[in-house]
């Protein structure tokens, strides 16, 4: 059942039969609202079969559900979202709807994907009220599984958990022409997605975005700033697709299986990444498959397993780990091929967290230019029980 009070306290920022002045209102909506929702609604953490009255709004941390309640800050991110009136937004997780509110005033219609049915009501009864509702259109949706309809840009309080995927998804989606997408991020993420070559936050999460993206620092926001308060500070940023001809001409699956080889461990140099058996048997296979357009050559009891390989040098690798077949004279001369190039090039010593995308384009292309390719093993992946999946994201 909707709370009545909850409802009351998080529309008081728009609702026209509130008494006070809209100014007095917004300087003391934080308060009011941090207290009352403190009283009248129930985090995970905090729930028990005995104390759930049919009154209580429960927040579920598991879907990252912290309200931002601060009205300056979610007047700063409609405003520096440059909204025009003639837009369609997409939000993901709208929640109870105080970042929908404004958006729906700034945009010519809102799309809005929420997990949790509840929201979605709330949301909807809330549009309403505000006679917005003709405005707005909001789906029960997982939005990484969700496809989503036309949108000029994203404005979204995502929540933490799927971050990646979502970033991911947004800017390497195919189908999706949108001008920026601002995000309310964790702090520690967003800084990722900030870094720059030699940052130690530099990732492979960081270059893959910056191949097709700008993306800008906009402000930091405090985690007393949300209901109920997380553990973490946040960030909103703000990101720009790049248009097709800034981006540069690379086969970007090609371009994300590369990087995750690179980026498999950081600070590894890439002469040391590259030099794994498995690694190799790995870009062998894959060449071999590039050239045949052909099955790749896997799962043989005879040949080598680099699952249950001894001598290793990174066991603890949880990435894709296929067993392939070859003899051990294709694989030396294979990995000569592969060293050679890092040699002649000069990246045998470099670490991928210290190359810009300049030198990751320009190393990709040698080693292709010596036979060398890279695959996302997704499609192979799903296809295959052998393989073993725990395959990390972008991070
Ligand atoms: C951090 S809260 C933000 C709520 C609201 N936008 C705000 O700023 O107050 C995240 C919201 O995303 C929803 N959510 C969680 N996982 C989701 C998913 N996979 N797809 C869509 N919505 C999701 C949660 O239910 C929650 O409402």
């Given at each position: 059942m909707m709370n009545t009070l909850l409802k009351n306290q998080v529309l008081s920022h728009n609702n026209t039969s509130r008494p006070l002045p809209f100014k007095f209102v917004e300087l003391l909506f934080p308060r009011i609202l941090v207290q009352q929702l403190r009283t009248n609604t129930l985090h995970d953490k905090h729930e028990t079969k005995d104390r759930q009255p049919d009154n209580f709004f429960r927040l579920h941390k598991s879907k990252g559900q912290h309200l931002l309640t601060n009205p300056r800050v979610l007047d700063t991110i409609v405003r520096k979202s440059a909204i025009n009136p003639t837009d369609t937004v997409l939000e993901i997780g709208p929640g109870t709807?105080?970042?929908?509110?404004?958006?729906?005033?700034?945009?010519?219609?809102?799309?809005?994907?929420?997990?949790?049915?509840?929201?979605?009501k709330f949301l909807q009864e809330r549009a309403s009220e505000q006679g917005l509702q003709h405005k707005l259109s909001v789906t029960r949706e997982d939005a990484l599984k969700a496809e989503f309809p036309r949108f000029d840009l994203v404005v979204?309080?995502?929540?933490?958990?799927?971050?990646?995927?979502?970033?991911?998804?947004?800017?390497?989606g195919e189908g999706y022409n949108f001008r920026s997408a601002t995000l309310l991020l964790q702090k520690e993420f967003a800084r990722r997605l900030l870094a720059k070559p030699g940052d130690s936050e530099f990732n492979r999460l960081a270059v893959n975005v910056k191949l097709v993206a700008e993306v800008e620092f906009v402000m930091d926001v405090s985690k007393r700033d949300f209901v109920p308060c997380p553990k973490v500070d946040s960030s909103v940023v703000i990101i720009r697709p790049k248009?097709?001809?800034?981006?540069p001409s690379v086969n970007l699956d090609e371009w994300r299986a590369f990087t995750r080889s690179c980026?498999?461990?950081?600070?590894?140099?890439?002469?040391?990444?590259?030099?794994?058996?498995?690694?190799?048997?790995?870009?062998?296979?894959?060449?071999?498959?590039?050239?045949?357009?052909?099955e790749c050559r896997r799962g043989s009891n005879d040949g080598y397993d680099f699952v249950k390989d001894d001598n290793l040098d990174d066991q603890s690798d949880d990435e894709d780990c296929i067993a392939y077949s070859y003899s051990e004279t294709e694989l030396t001369m294979f990995k000569r091929k592969i060293i050679e190039v890092l040699k002649t090039s000069g990246f045998e010593d470099k670490r991928p967290s210290k190359l810009s995308i300049e030198d990751l384009l320009n190393l990709l292309s040698l080693l292709n230019g010596a036979g060398i390719y890279f695959h996302d093993l997704k499609g192979a992946e799903n296809a295959d029980n052998n393989t073993v999946l725990n395959r990390k994201d972008m991070e």
């Open positions: 709807g105080n970042l929908t509110l404004r958006l729906l005033q700034a945009a010519s219609k809102v799309v809005a994907v929420e997990i949790d049915e509840r929201m979605v979204a309080n995502i929540p933490y958990g799927i971050s990646s995927p979502l970033v991911t998804k947004l800017v390497y248009s097709e001809n800034e981006i980026f498999n461990k950081k600070n590894k140099t890439l002469g040391a990444t590259f030099k794994q058996k498995k690694r190799v048997m790995e870009l062998l296979n894959l060449s071999q498959m590039r050239e045949s357009e052909g």
